[in-house]
T-cell receptor, first 113, second 118 residues
Framework: GQQLNQSPQSMFIQEGEDVSMNCTSS?????WLWYKQDPGEGPVLLIA?????ELTSNGRLTAQFGITRKDSFLNISASIPSDVGIYFC?????????????FGKGTKLSVKP | SAVISQKPSRDICQRGTSLTIQCQVD?????MFWYRQQPGQSLTLIAT?????????ESGFVIDKFPISRPNLTFSTLTVSNMSPEDSSIYLC???????????????FGEGSRLTVL
């Protein structure tokens, strides 16, 4: 079946540092999504990517859709304490009646003030 | 986007009982899904809730254990039947809002229903 590898599994950083996490897939997909999940909450969509090579920013967050369509990374610049949470990558080949996502295992981010 | 409300937000259940989780969306949506997130784990798709017909289940999930209803375009329920401690998880409703010809596959999630089975 399809596999989605996300790394690192967890990160402990100092406030103000930059963060980078990535996902790789065994298959090609046409959409990459990055979500953040706070404790006790559902995942919230951060960034969506639709084209190979696409680079998209959302405030301090930047994500890119790899040129091979099998990978994506998410960068967070100048981290702050509220960045704490679990970040998930997800992929899909949306079209027609499809729409379900395959999720990575998540990157748990801890930020020390 | 869409505003998604799930009830209950959490519950503690006894082994062998069943619990129904409700998902209400503030607008009509194309598709609705149910995901499970076991403790410390990622999200796994249980099924696609189809309006007016039987849900489409993923491998490892069956209708007898997780019956799903979707009577209209804004509401769905998931029942966790004959629960055991292994069913302790967060159950999440997600929706794909109708965006017209440029539908992009961006799913939005409810806040989840955290079930603990004793």
């Amino acid at each position: 079946g399809q596999q989605l590898n996300q790394s690192p599994q967890s990160m402990f950083i100092q406030e103000g540092e930059d963060v980078s996490m990535n996902c790789t897939s065994s298959s090609i997909f046409n959409t990459w999504l990055w979500y953040k999940q706070d404790p006790g909450e559902g995942p919230v969509l951060l960034i969506a990517l639709y084209k190979a090579g696409e680079l998209t920013s959302n405030g301090r967050l930047t994500a890119q859709f790899g040129i091979t369509r099998k990978d994506s990374f998410l960068n967070i610049s100048a981290s702050i304490p509220s960045d704490v949470g679990i970040y998930f990558c997800a992929e899909t080949n949306y079209g027609g009646s499809q729409g379900n996502l395959i999720f990575g295992k998540g990157t748990k981010l801890s930020v020390k003030p | 986007s869409a505003v998604i409300s799930q009830k209950p937000s959490r519950d503690i259940c006894q082994r062998g009982t069943s619990l129904t989780i409700q998902c209400q969306v503030d607008s009509q949506v194309t598709m609705m899904f149910w995901y499970r997130q076991q403790p410390g784990q990622s999200l796994t798709l249980i099924a696609t809730a189809n309006q007016g017909s039987e849900a489409t289940y993923e491998s490892g999930f069956v209708i007898d254990k997780f019956p799903i209803s979707r009577p209209n375009l804004t509401f769905s329920t998931l029942t966790v039947s004959n629960m055991s401690p292994e069913d302790s998880s967060i159950y999440l409703c997600s929706v794909l809002p109708y965006q017209g010809p440029s539908d992009t596959g961006e799913l939005f999630f409810g806040e989840g229903s955290r079930l603990t089975v004793l």
